[in-house]
């Protein structure tokens, strides 16, 4: 099947998606890079300040300056907001503890939960190849947590929980896309960040609560401290990497269809692997190496059942065979 074969939203939507997929790599290496010295909620509201400077600066003069903040939808973008932080902490405090190969190729479980809630919330059609493959991305997924054995860490559900936050905020996307634009949920998002980051540092920001010794308790209840000026740039880093991956994250999944769109998120796979060798210095085990391979593999699998479909789909029903 070639591209043009493909509907442009489609094609345009897993450009989106594969560069997103880019921006959320460096964000993922450099909060773990962070995560031991910094409070996980200033490391977020730091790095949403800079990414709402840089919206506010670079993205909406092009995008209809001060009326992007004007929505009919607001308890869509405050649903979908709670969703992405809480992905996002969840991912992150899974990150402090894991290698970070480890604790993406979890959270890639994601694209099969959309593959999965646009069916439920969509109405997209999926049929027995999709499903297989989504039976075969969960065996990954236990084979790299190994419930019920010793090699298990509660960690290691974190990223779990977030990908099935993530694929929430990703049918949200999908069902409002048609009245908001990719800005407008951007804004929202960032704000949603700020919000409850300073929330929880007014409850927890002198670190009175950080008395557990676990790596994932201490990332999220130590105190703020003053930024180390050779952090700054990663921090800059952050915001904007961030801010762009979310803006074209949210414009992907308005455009596509959640179930092709997704599988491309999987760039970040490698891009992890390098970062865990070069940067921290973890390689993926033996067992690592199979479930990351079959959730991989899986969600790649999606994309070539996809392929077959368009060539078989009824254009009036888009039911795939």
């Known amino acids: 099947?070639?591209?043009?074969?493909?509907p442009r939203s489609n094609i345009l939507g897993a450009l989106c998606v594969s560069v997103a997929a880019l921006c959320f790599s460096l964000n993922d290496m450099g909060i773990k890079f962070l995560s031991d010295d910094y409070a996980l909620h200033q490391v977020v509201f730091l790095r949403s300040l800079v990414g709402a400077a840089t919206l506010f600066a670079l993205i909406m003069p092009f995008a209809?300056?001060?009326?992007?903040?004007?929505?009919?939808?607001?308890?869509?973008?405050?649903?979908?907001?709670?969703?992405?932080?809480?992905?996002?902490?969840?991912?992150?405090?899974?990150l402090a503890v894991l290698p970070i190969a480890d604790a993406v190729a979890i959270f890639f479980v994601s694209p099969l939960v959309i593959t999965l809630m646009s069916v439920v919330?969509?109405?997209?059609?999926?049929?027995?190849?999709?499903?297989?493959?989504?039976?075969?991305?969960?065996?990954?997924?236990?084979?790299?947590?190994?419930?019920?054995?010793s090699a298990f860490q509660v960690a290691a559900l974190f990223p779990m929980i977030s990908a099935v936050l993530y694929g929430t905020m990703h049918i949200i996307a999908?069902?409002?896309?048609?009245?908001?634009?990719?800005?407008?949920?951007?804004?929202?998002?960032?704000?949603?960040?700020?919000?409850?980051?300073?929330?929880?540092?007014?409850?927890?920001?002198?670190?009175?609560?950080?008395?557990?010794?676990?790596?994932?308790?201490?990332f999220l209840l130590r105190a703020w401290r003053p930024v180390d000026p050779d952090d700054i740039l990663i921090f800059i880093m952050l915001g904007t990497s961030g801010v762009l991956g979310g803006l074209l994250i949210s414009?992907?999944?308005?455009?596509a269809e959640a179930a092709f769109a997704a599988p491309f998120e999987y760039v970040s796979m490698p891009m992890a692997i390098i970062w865990g060798i070069?940067?921290?210095?973890?390689?993926?085990?033996?067992?690592?190496?199979?479930?990351?391979?079959?959730?991989?593999?899986?969600?790649?699998?999606?994309?070539?059942?996809?392929?077959?479909?368009?060539?078989?789909?009824?254009?009036?029903?888009?039911?795939?065979?």
């Open 278 to 321: 070069t940067i921290f210095g973890t390689f993926p085990g033996p067992s690592a190496w199979v479930g990351i391979v079959l959730i991989v593999g899986s969600g790649l699998f999606l994309i070539w059942a996809e392929s077959r479909g368009q060539r078989r789909a009824d254009p009036r029903t888009r039911v795939y065979k």
């Open 121 to 149: 919330f969509l109405g997209e059609s999926v049929g027995p190849r999709r499903w297989t493959a989504i039976a075969v991305g969960f065996v990954g997924v236990l084979i790299i947590v190994r419930p019920g054995t």
């Open 251 to 255: 414009q992907a999944y308005r455009i």
């Open 174 to 218: 999908r069902r409002i896309g048609s009245t908001e634009s990719a800005a407008t949920m951007t804004f929202y998002i960032l704000v949603s960040f700020m919000v409850v980051s300073v929330a929880v540092w007014a409850v927890a920001g002198d670190g009175r609560f950080a008395t557990s010794p676990h790596p994932s308790l201490q």
């Open 1 to 6: 099947m070639t591209l043009t074969a493909l």
């Open 64 to 94: 209809g300056g001060l009326a992007l903040m004007r929505t009919r939808r607001l308890r869509w973008h405050i649903a979908r907001g709670l969703c992405v932080v809480f992905a996002n902490s969840f991912l992150f405090l899974g």
